[in-house]
């Protein structure tokens, strides 16, 4: 059972309410017809971060909102949905996500259209914006899946779903590992996911891509929210506008039905969904050329006609039928008939290593100058403070008057002090005392200072000296008093390491400089040229540190000047030498475009002011046809006989044909006309 949407003249006024699903949240919107075309009345998000059997609840609050707001009320809608909640190899609404859509548009009385994939509205609103097929990669972001988009000349060549991890590089070369060596990725990346992609497209850009993967430097976009709706709007006006066609829902077994139409009704098969061939924006006309419109200016001159022929004889009327038929076939097959050709041809691989020298190939240099700045904490310890001070009494037992130099060492307690001045001492005397003779020193007060920083030399008064190795029987010191002043603290400064460690680490910071983004601010000037990254030197000029060696700092700084020599060449200029190297090496017959030539290299050094490049060649040259020829033999013809044409007269391998409209008989043979047949050349 197929069924439109509805006529023009039933949708005009008329409101459908869109329901845009990920994992977490989504988005409503109430869209009107007006004129052509697709309005947007109003839009809510909603979340339903319990899980997706609370959606109904989530979805139903939004369009009560919506309807306030609006002033009207919806019961039909269109579903759009991320590609991870279809099954890559049924192409059908994973079961799981497809039994609470169910359910959702069962309890809210709503009438589901059909449902699209949010990446053809992307797509297409690129192409329609851009007027050029699309060659790059989308990337579909969400909370813990990602799906990846690989678009060439218009044409999905490759799509995966997998899961969506904190790295985002890993995910993405995961994906990546299952195409090396198949197909060259583009250069641009498409990001998505109406939500804050600048991290994830910083990850991307600052990461240093293997040549085997991108040729070139990726380049990465974002779609944000307006657009990614924008693309919504679009590819619904497109598909409910009667001259812009009819979404049809094809017949399938009950199970798959939803209130009356089918989750992915545009799914004629297991097949691959075929997708949304254009996405007209929701504020523009849904057609420029409308066929209709031009037969219907016939209408009055046709409706005379008729009535004429009703009094002549039949046979003109059968003439004039025949002339009306004919002409729209002309027309149809002058305009709308068009077919797109792809000739797998045999190849030859020229894979090779080559060695290249700046002689051969000019290496242009460019010097980048930045100032850098690096602080780190000091790691050198030096101890400081003041000596302990004090009075003692000198005592000499000796007969003879004793000289202590400057300098003499007293010790007592294992601490040792020094005679601040040279003391003499008086020899000792007798004396008598109650009749008796007593022997009494000779003493003299002296300054000492203590040999060692600290608080541990101030002691207390009473002790007993000892003088360097002279006996303490003869000779020998006292404090009355206790010393004082002695102090000690332990502080940070600057050593020669700590200066190494800087540049160290200035340097480092100078090579981690993102070349990509130097180029792209235009700091560093490089058109057309590809970076010898191994080669690129990082050197420091004007170093200034903010402390001396040995001097007390917690902190270091270092400032100076990194000036960055990058190398580079043209890629064009490469891509004429390897072109040249290879030419000789091919078979007779066969030819080398560039797009089929890629390269890597393998190593790079500069001696002697000299730069060699050890380059891995991998190139493909296909077998020369004359396109001429093969498109006049392939004119008019049906498939089968296209296929067995280019494999017997051109040693085809194989060949892809598409051919629109899908209409009988026409979509059987290709056009008769030869500007409308799209020929590319290939290989398998």
Known sequence: MNFPFFSKKTTEGKTYLGIYLKEKEGIAFVMRMDRSRIILLDQEKFTYLNGWEYISEAVNQVIVNLEQRTKTKV??????????????????????????????????????????????????????????????????????????????RGGLIFNKVLAHTDNLIDDLMT???????????????????????????????????????????????????????????????????????????????????????????????KGEREPVQTILPATFPAVKFAPAK??????????????????????????????????????????????ELIVYLPFQSLKNELTIDSQGLKIEQVKLTGELKELKATTGKKEIGEKARGTVTIHNFEDNEKSFPKGTVLETGGLKYSLDQEVKVASASVITIEGGLVKQPGKVKASLTAEEIGSEANITGGKKFKIESLP???????????????????????????????????????????LDELIKSGQVQIKEGKIIRTLTEVELAEE?????????ADKLNLSAQAVTTVYYFQERNMLRILEKELSGKMKKGYNLQLENLSYSIKKAEKKNGEISLLLAIDARALKNIDKVKLLSQVRGRNKDTVERLIKNNFAAEGMKLDIAPKLPLFQSFTPWIGKNISLEISSL
């Open 75 to 152: 019961q039909e809608a269109i579903f759009f949905l991320y590609s991870h909640f279809i099954d890559e190899k049924t192409k059908e609404i994973n079961k799981a996500y497809l039994n609470q859509i169910k359910q959702l548009v069962k309890n809210l009385n709503l009438k589901a259209l059909g449902y699209i994939e949010c990446y053809e509205a992307i797509v297409h609103f690129i192409e329609k914006k851009e007027n050029l097929p699309l060659t790059a990669l989308l990337i579909e972001l969400d909370h813990s899946n990602l799906s990846i988009f690989v678009y060439q």
């Open 544 to 552: 200034k540190f903010d402390r001396e060696l040995g001097e007390e």
């Open 175 to 269: 994906s990546f590992s299952q195409i090396k060596g198949k197909f060259l990725l583009p250069s641009r990346i498409i990001l998505y996911n109406s939500g804050d992609l600048d991290n994830a497209a910083t990850d991307i850009v600052t990461y240093r891509w293997s040549e085997e993967v991108f040729v070139q430097l990726p380049r990465v976009e974002i779609i944000n929210e307006p657009e990614i709706m924008q693309g919504l709007l679009g590819v619904f006006a497109e598909q409910i506008n009667k001259n812009a066609g009819v979404i049809k829902a094809t017949e399938t077994p009950k199970k798959e039905e939803i209130m009356g139409f089918v989750i992915g009704g545009d799914v004629e098969s």
């Open 294 to 339: 031009f037969f219907s200016s016939l209408k009055n001159p046709i409706s005379e006609a008729v009535k004429t022929l009703t009094t002549i004889n039949i046979r003109w009327t059968v003439i004039l039928g025949i002339v009306l038929i004919s002409g729209g076939l002309l027309i149809n097959e002058y305009f709308f008939h068009k077919a």
């Open 472 to 514: 303490d029987t003869l000779y020998f010191a006292l404090n009355d008093s206790s010393f004082s002043g002695g102090s000690k603290k332990e502080i940070k400064t600057v050593t020669g390491k700590d200066q190494a460690d800087l540049r160290t680490s200035l340097l480092d910071q100078a090579k981690k400089q993102d």
